[in-house]
């Protein structure tokens, strides 16, 4: 394929990235914007393979591991649940790190291969490219994995701090430059070899000190990161897509890691070096006198909303971990059938991943037009009969509103605690991934259901 052809089939493959990104900014454009993402990355997929070159030594080995790849992708893609969705992103997001790692190892050992010189005299912009696409690489990897091992629950989701640990990674990314500027000096191997361990283990101690509160956060940022080195290898191997698709990815992730940021109200530095998220609570808290609730069962809470004339839905992950979004639906329709009003409260960080929520609604079928946002709800909770509360916790706790040493103090909630009656649907009364224990348990007018989610709603809906 000519260069001039393959030049503008990546720029038709650019646009319909970006048509791609402009559709998944909204609910009810998202399949027509994950449409062109698809075709858009049909085309640089052909183009590239159409551009490697002689065909017995190219096309051969692009065949096999394009068969693997994706044999194991779809497979993922189909056999994974809603609720491993976070897990998943971040895998990915190692693996973009990892490609762009091993793609800056293949340009260093062979530059007459991309066309940027012979070993120890690569062109120096290059040079410059390919080390920045590896440092970026590597941490993306090896702190995806971090963030997977969390989500998955095969490492604990607190935070996991040392004294002396902001210094170490000051030194580590200071190091990280200076040996940045000697491989350009001298492209020595070594350099090279040790820029990309540094940085594989400075993506480790980045992200584990960050707990599981963040984790919308860390997926986003990590996002981002990839993106960045997607676009740093972009410009060494001189691919018109991937700079295109790196750069959308890398600035899109860094404005929804502040959007995240600002839901908590806290920034993003804050994010990365407060250790914030705990998944258990101190031992002062664990030894504290319990506080009286008031629990009850799926015939009170359809008593109190069959009396309702509004009621608001505030999902959170506990709803994810259970899979009743389907359950949930089916109770809304119930309700819609007695002429009450309902709609959905949905927390920025709710869940463990930017829009976690707002993807099990949508798979749901709920209709977007009933799911409202933090800042379009907040306001209607006073009014409001009744609020359903099913798996949130953190984006709930009206302790961020009132205790200056809660480490949530400041976080916007959703103010349900303004209901008439709450309906808090969780299995104990243990703390959420802040690990701090919620006051909206012990509210007057709060009613606890102590199920499994799924379970409760369905009880709920035979009983309505």
Known sequence: MSANLSAILYLISGVLFILALRGLSSPETSRRGNLFGIIGMVIAVTVTFLSVGNFTSGFIYVLIFLAIGGSIGAFIAYKIPMTAMPELVAGFHSLVGLAAVFVAISAFVNPQAFGLGIPGNIKLASLIEMAIGAAVGAITFSGSVIAFLKLQGVMSGAPITFKGQHLLNALILVSIIVLTFYLCSNQSANLFWILIIISFLIGFLIIIPIGGADMPVVISMLNSYSGWAAAGIGFTLENTAL????????????????????????????????????????????????????????????????????VIIVPGYGMAVAQAQHALREMVDTLKKNDIKVSYAIHPVAGRMPGHMNVLLAEANVPYDEVFELEEINSDFANADVAFVIGANDVTNPIAKTDPQSPIYGMPVLDVEKCKSVLFVKRSLSPGYAGIDNDLFYKENTLMLFADAKKMTEDITKNL
């Open 243 to 310: 700079i295109i698709t790196g750069a959308l990815v890398g600035s899109s992730g860094a404005i929804l890691s502040y959007i995240m940021c600002k839901g908590m109200n806290r920034s993003f530095f804050n994010v990365i070096l407060g250790g914030f998220g705990a998944t258990e609570q101190s031992g002062a808290d664990n030894n504290k006198e319990q506080r009286p609730v008031k629990s009850g069962n799926a015939d009170d809470a359809a008593f109190l909303m069959k009396n309702a004339s509004s």
